[in-house]
């Protein structure tokens, strides 16, 4: 029976990718330092893997930024907008890919970044490739093939991971009109099978391809595309161990379609979908072997092993030893790397930290749960030891609060409807607040330079005292209120400088909230992210945001918003219980979001933007179970902000979302100011609110926070003219993408100064009235 990893954490075990990615970035480093750190990286990770007892280990799963760019380099999928990138013969390879995923603004040229959205319902984000009608494709970046040899010079021969040739034409945009972009599978494989051909010359045994589709809706004419692709490898190399993998969902429906492919060996995800084994068994074919994800690629708890021996002792069983292959449900990429480097009781207890399993973790529980199995016995020590960890878990007194338990059931449909419908609200608000036409905003957050940095720093270190760190953090503070009011921003913001995440400085503060010093995923590019750990019932002790807030407001007429997260994206975003449905714990969260909204409107903010980016991220793959979703999550975000008065003006705020087919709940959730990530797109999402006719107000971004490029005047002001060709002027304001934590001083200054030029110019242009 072999164990094999989909693929392992690539930011490094103390993120050097992001800190080597950084420095090359700003110029501080050589591009040979950065390979060499890429490549340390691979190196450890394979290593460890084999010493873990790994049988088949990945290659090709490491990437500079991301996997599927990384595909859309190899297979020269390249818009012919970087083309002067490649002519520049200063620029590498690894130069243009930094290009198309974060933009290029030198040497004279100005290049928009591709668009970039999460990876099916993670909080990981991909760059989405381009595709144009009957585009050709050729092999154009051989780093698959390079890593293999990499690898296998090292003596450890790996297993090759490819985005399956269907997921990855599905994972893209079609660029012009007229054409469906599965229709370039045709144009596409035979890079695939050149791929291939070259990786069969280095005498490669296994290749993994990812096929998440699977585990999606699909049409006629994709399942098609499935069956033609993989016959025609088969034809090519019938001696090829190929591995199909299927994760984040079952196959239901699709399960003839995946069982019935020329492959060796089919991947499924019992974490997501357990109740699936028995019926893909039914259907396996003698020649194909059965891969059980067994282990949570995406959370932290330890593996039940007795629930995993049911699941192998059944596939063998049905099938064979030799036929059965176990794995984690997914990549680990979603895991943080290694809990050893956990040593402080006082963020992460003891007892806690015993219910916990990072990346490194899980391959233990891999050759832990391979043993178990092989023993075909329950009386080791190993696992006797797991469930003593996961009857402690259960009984736990920090699990469970019934007060909380009580509120949650005390809910009522009037917990979460606002007083007055919109137009009334908007009329009030209006008269309270007195907004210019176009009115000017930013989403939450100002940079956070180094400097600030290293007050938490100091203060985690006891190296500053809490006076000193406040002091620092209301000078900041005060500048940023002091620069909004010279440009000229309508609604200001604080600057979050007090805070470290988005959803970590609000899980520090909640009830059953633990957190980790080391525990880093990786968000997209070198963004990486530390999400709190929901373990138990959640509640607000204090208010959490309501002093800082409150300051800020002291200090200017203008009025300043207060920032919260929502509760779907602190629960999305986070680590979460896996004992309880999450519809549960995303109520709890709501209920501490709305003591504290209220909190914030007594203490005299008008304006609360309450931000829910993760909303769509949360949705199930399959469409049919949507709604069940989406019903709670739109009462969550309810509950949060129900409790104010009509002249309390509520925001969310939501990223890279496609809004076509959840439109209706958008609205449901009746936020009086909608902002959305738009640039990147062109103003393209705004179509879904126009032809909805979606009532409330709505922030189009109007330049791309993830890049570095400052974009000008004229082009904001050509973006919010797109904007109110379909969207009317009165319900229209002008803002960035997202918060602007990750960018430096010097180019987000020139970009909203450039914002508030556009504005201006934009009501000098209008023939409408103030809204009213």
Not at 43 to 51: C, I, K, S, T, V
Not at 128 to 145: A, D, Y
Not at 342 to 366: G, H, R
Not at 416 to 431: D, M, N, P, T, Y
């Amino acid at each position: 029976m072999l164990t094999h990893n989909l693929g392992y954490p690539r930011i490094g075990s103390q993120r050097e990718l992001k800190k080597a990615c950084e420095t090359y970035w700003s110029g501080k480093s050589t591009l040979k330092t950065l390979i060499q750190v890429g490549k340390n990286i691979r190196h450890a990770n394979w290593e460890l893997q084999r010493d873990k007892g790994v049988d088949l280990i990945p290659s090709n799963d490491f990437s500079f930024y991301d996997q599927v760019l990384d595909m859309s380099l190899m297979v020269n999928a390249i818009p012919s907008r970087y083309h002067d990138v490649i002519l520049n013969k200063n620029n590498s390879e690894l130069d243009l890919y930094f290009a198309m995923a974060r933009g290029y603004q030198k040497d004279g040229l100005d290049i928009t970044a591709m668009e970039m959205t999460k990876w099916f319902d993670t909080n990981y984000h991909y760059i989405v490739p381009e595709f144009g009608n009957n585009q050709r494709f050729k092999l154009f970046s051989t780093k698959v093939i390079d890593e293999f040899y990499e690898a296998r010079e090292t003596g450890i021969i790996t297993k090759p991971v490819l985005i399956g040739p269907i997921s990855y034409l599905l994972l893209g945009k079609e660029k012009e009109e007229g054409f469906d972009r599965i229709d370039l599978i045709r144009n596409l494989l035979p890079v695939y099978i050149e791929i291939l051909r070259r990786l069969d010359k280095l005498d490669v045994q296994w290749v993994q391809f990812d096929e998440p589709f699977l585990a999606m809706d699909l049409s006629a004419k994709e399942k098609k595309a499935f069956t033609f692709v993989y016959t025609e490898i088969r034809k090519e190399f019938p001696s090829l161990k190929t591995l199909l993998a299927v994760y984040f969902d079952g196959l239901r429906d699709n399960v003839t379609l995946a069982t019935s492919l020329p492959v060796c060996a089919l991947h499924i995800d019992l974490v997501r979908s357990p109740e699936q084994l028995n019926e893909v068994i039914q259907h396996v074919p003698e020649k194909m072997s059965l891969s059980l994800g067994v282990i949570d690629g995406r959370n932290i708890w330890i593996n039940d092993y007795e629930k995993s021996l049911r699941f192998v002792e059944m596939a063998i069983g049905k099938l064979n030893e030799n036929r059965v292959m176990i794995a984690p449900s997914c990549s680990l990429i979603h895991s943080p790397c290694d809990l050893e480097f956990e040593t402080n009781d006082k963020t992460l207890l003891p007892e806690i930290k015993n219910w916990m399993s990072f990346a490194k973790q899980k391959l233990t529980e891999l050759l832990e749960i391979k043993n178990l199995a092989a023993s075909k016995g329950r009386n080791s020590a190993a696992f006797l030891q797991n469930q003593k960890s996961i009857t402690n878990r259960k009984t736990s007194i920090l699990t469970h609060n019934p007060e909380i338990k009580k509120r949650v059931n005390a809910i009522t449909d009037a917990t979460a409807r606002r007083k007055s419908v919109f137009a009334i609200r908007k009329k009030k608000q209006q008269e309270t607040l007195d907004l210019p036409l176009f009115p000017t905003t930013t989403i939450g957050s100002f940079p956070q330079t180094n400097e600030v940095r290293s007050w938490r720093a100091k203060l985690r270190k006891g190296e500053f005292t809490q006076n000193q760190y406040d002091a620092a953090i209301r000078e900041e503070t005060t500048k940023a209120i002091r620069w909004q009011e010279e440009i000229g921003i309508d609604v200001l913001v604080h600057g979050e400088f007090e805070r470290n995440d988005m959803v970590e400085y609000f899980g520090e503060q909640l009830a059953g909230y633990a957190f980790s010093k080391n525990g880093w995923v990786q968000s997209y590019g070198s963004r990486c992210v530390k999400p709190p750990i929901i373990f138990g019932d959640v509640s607000r002790p204090r208010p959490m945001t309501v002093a800082w807030t409150q300051f800020a407001q002291s200090l200017t007429s203008t009025p300043v918003k207060g920032m919260l997260t929502g509760p779907v994206t602190i629960l999305q975003w986070s680590f979460v219980r896996d004992d309880q449905p999450r519809w549960e714990t995303a109520f709890q969260i709501a209920l501490a979001i709305r003591d504290e909204v209220v909190d914030l409107e007594n203490a005299g903010i008008k304006i609360i933007q309450i931000d829910e980016p993760a909303i769509r991220e949360g949705l199930p793959l399959r469409k049919s179970d949507w709604q069940k979703y989406l019903e709670w999550a739109v009462k969550a975000f309810r509950i949060a902000v129900t409790g104010v008065g009509d002249e309390t003006q509520i925001h969310t705020h939501m990223c890279y979302s496609e809004f076509n087919d959840i439109i209706q709940s958008i609205a449901d959730m009746d936020a009086d100011v909608i902002t959305i990530e738009c640039s990147r797109s062109q103003m393209e999402l705004l179509d879904a609110f126009a032809d909805f006719n979606y009532p409330n107000d709505i922030g189009p971004g109007v330049y791309d926070i993830h890049s570095p490029r400052v974009p000008s005047r004229v082009e904001m002001v050509n973006l919010m003219n797109k904007a109110r060709n379909v969207i009317p002027a009165s319900q229209l304001w002008i803002n960035p993408d997202c918060g602007l934590k990750t960018r430096q001083w010097e180019e987000t200054k020139k970009a909203l100064i450039e914002m508030v030029s556009a504005a201006k110019e934009l009501r000098k242009s209008s023939n409408e009235t103030t809204p009213t």
